[in-house]
Structures are given as structure tokens and as C-alpha cells.
């Protein structure tokens, strides 16, 4: 079966949310501002994964790569992205292997720092990415780790013509970013990865990165919306409020898979950003990356509300 889209990074698979009125100084001990219900929850994650079930979600024939242990099955984490329609085919399954775990603070105006530790993806290295399964797919979207494994799998969907794209804080790859991007049609960074990526490149503004390879590089703002840059230019899409806020992680990979699912279709970059904005809006109502993904109908309705029109058919 032939797939559209193809997610691919291998980091951490489990997510614990931990969430505080501020963050502590050093030294300071202060309280949890969340029911302890959430805090003994373990949620499903990993941004590779988090792309891939918003995708399928979506009604998209999406197919998942990553480097995993067997705690992928055992913790329904399989049967989960399976009941999605996730194509598994790729997942590097590593008996007796632990995946990873982050561990992510953030304080009441949603600032906040992540820790992890990758487990079994550490070795990532260690293993092929699986070209076979992308070269069934028609785009193929990269995020962390940015290692040889990921580096394979762009340049390898790049020289099959394939539209690729990277989610994320590429200017970790170091001395292999370059390549990344030359690999790269489709760019998506938050404000802060935008800031590093410019940072390492000695680029003056977003609109500097073309030079170095993609032809689109979005920036996400949160709620100031997202900026677009192209060759021909700079647009900006508003965000879309959600019902209620209640945590924004995996947010940003479910604008990034909504986005590739527009931009598949062919529609025009404001169509494209105000859907994944839509889209994203849903999954900052509940706890987890996965826990409120919208169907396509869902999300439709709700950028029909918010911009005025529906999506093009």
C-alpha cells in the first residue's frame, strides 16, 4: 500500500507533564499546580510518533520510523498508532530494550524546560533507516534525533524526489545541519529553534534560511500565530483559539503534521497554516500530545469559525 506522508526521529516514546505556578529558583521547592491524577499518568509521545497519529488522524496514509523497545507493545503504545491506522512497518523493535522517558516542567505562562532520557534510541545509529518503506511514501518528514539515521532517510527521500520536510531544532545536528537542509523543501521551527538556527547560520532573519535550502520555512508563535517564508515573501496566519487551554505539549507537531496534510492537498499558505492552527488548537484542551486529536471534519468546522470559509474541496 502505497502511504502519503512518512514520519521519521527517533527520541523518547513516554511523556510525564509536570506543571507549576513558576519555575524554582535554585535550590527552591515548590508545589505542583496539576491534579495528582495527571501527575501519575504517563502519556504517549516522541514527535516522530506525535506527527504521524495527528496525521492519520486526519485521514492521511501515514507510515512511522524510530528505533523502540519492547515497552512500544507492552504499554499499548503499538495498539494505539495501530487503531490510528499507523503503518508500523518501519519501527525498529528492539527486544529487551527500554525506550525513553521526558520529563517536561513548565510553569502557569506555559515557559518550561524538558529533560529525557532517549533509552534504547541513544543507539539509534545502530540501526538502517527503513528507505524501503519511505520510498512508498510521497513526503517524508524529519525530526530529533538528527543523527546519521534521520540524515540517511532525508537525503535518501530527497534524491527520490520525495517532498521533504524537518520539524524541529535541526541546529543540534552541528556539523551535519547543512546537509539537513539542503535535504529540506519544508521547514518548521518554533520561535525559539528559529533564534539557534539563525544563531549557527549567521542568518539576519527567518527568510535568510532559504538560502541555505528549503523553500518554505514556517515559524510558529503560539498564540501570536505562525510566519511563512517563502521566495516571494512573508505571511502571517492567526492562531485559532482553543475551547480551553490546558496543555500545549505536542502542539507544535500537531501543526507541523496538519500542515503537511495541506500542503498534500495543494492548498495556498494560508489555508495550509490557519488548518494547522485549527488543528493545533484541539490538542492544547487535555493532558498528552495524543489524548484530543481532531478528526478532519472536527478541525474543518472549527477553521470555518474561525476564518470565515471552509476548507477547499
Known amino acids: 500500500m502505497s502511504l502519503d506522508l512518512y514520519s521519521i526521529g527517533s527520541w523518547t516514546i513516554f511523556d510525564h507533564l509536570l506543571r507549576m505556578e513558576r519555575l524554582p529558583q535554585e535550590g527552591e521547592t515548590l508545589p505542583l499546580a496539576m491534579p495528582i491524577e495527571e501527575m501519575e499518568k504517563v502519556h504517549f509521545g516522541d514527535c516522530s510518533a506525535n506527527i504521524a497519529a495527528v496525521a492519520a488522524k486526519l485521514g492521511c496514509r501515514t507510515g512511522l520510523g524510530m528505533v523502540v ?65 519511505i520510498d512508498r511514501a510521497r513526503a517524508l518528514v524529519v525530526s530529533e534525533a538528527f543523527s546519521p539515521y534521520t540524515l540517511a532517510a532525508i537525503e535518501h ?20 545541519a547543512g546537509r539537513f537542509l539542503a535535504a529540506c523543501d519544508l521547514l518548521f521551527l518554533s520561535r525559539g529553534e528559529s533564534a539557534a538556527l539563525m544563531a549557527a547560520l549567521g542568518c539576519a532573519n527567518p527568510a535568510g534560511i532559504l538560502a541555505h535550502g528549503p523553500r518554505l ?12 517564508f517563502t521566495a516571494e515573501g512573508e505571511t502571517h496566519v492567526p492562531a ?38 485549527a488543528v493545533a488548537s484541539f490538542v492544547v484542551e487535555a493532558w498528552g500530545c495524543q489524548t484530543n486529536l481532531p478528526s478532519f471534519t472536527a478541525a474543518a468546522d472549527r477553521y470555518r469559525a474561525a476564518f470565515g470559509k471552509d476548507l477547499p474541496s
Open 240 to 277: 485559532v483559539a482553543a475551547e480551553h487551554f490546558v496543555d500545549s505539549t505536542g502542539a507544535g507537531d500537531s501543526f507541523v503534521a496538519a500542515s503537511l496534510v495541506g500542503w498534500l492537498k495543494g492548498w495556498p499558505i494560508p489555508v495550509v497554516g490557519g488548518f494547522a492552527a
Open 157 to 176: 527521500a530527497k534524491a527520490a524526489s520525495l517532498t521533504t520536510a524537518i520539524n524541529g531544532m535541526v541546529a543540534t545536528a552541528g556539523d551535519k
Open 217 to 228: 520555512v514556517v515559524v510558529t508563535g503560539g498564540d501570536t500565530g505562525s510566519r511563512w
Open 69 to 133: 523497545g519492547d515497552d512500544f507493545v507492552s504499554s499499548g503504545y503499538a495498539a494505539h498508532l495501530e487503531a490510528l491506522d499507523v503503518d508500523l512497518a518501519g519501527t525498529a523493535l528492539v527486544p529487551a530494550a527500554r525506550s525513553g522517558h521526558s520529563f517536561n516542567f513548565f510553569d502557569a505562562e506555559n515557559r518550561g524546560f524538558c529533560v529525557s532520557h532517549l533509552g534504547v534510541a541513544e543507539r539509534q545509529d545502530d540501526w538502517k533507516a527503513p528507505l524501503a518503506e
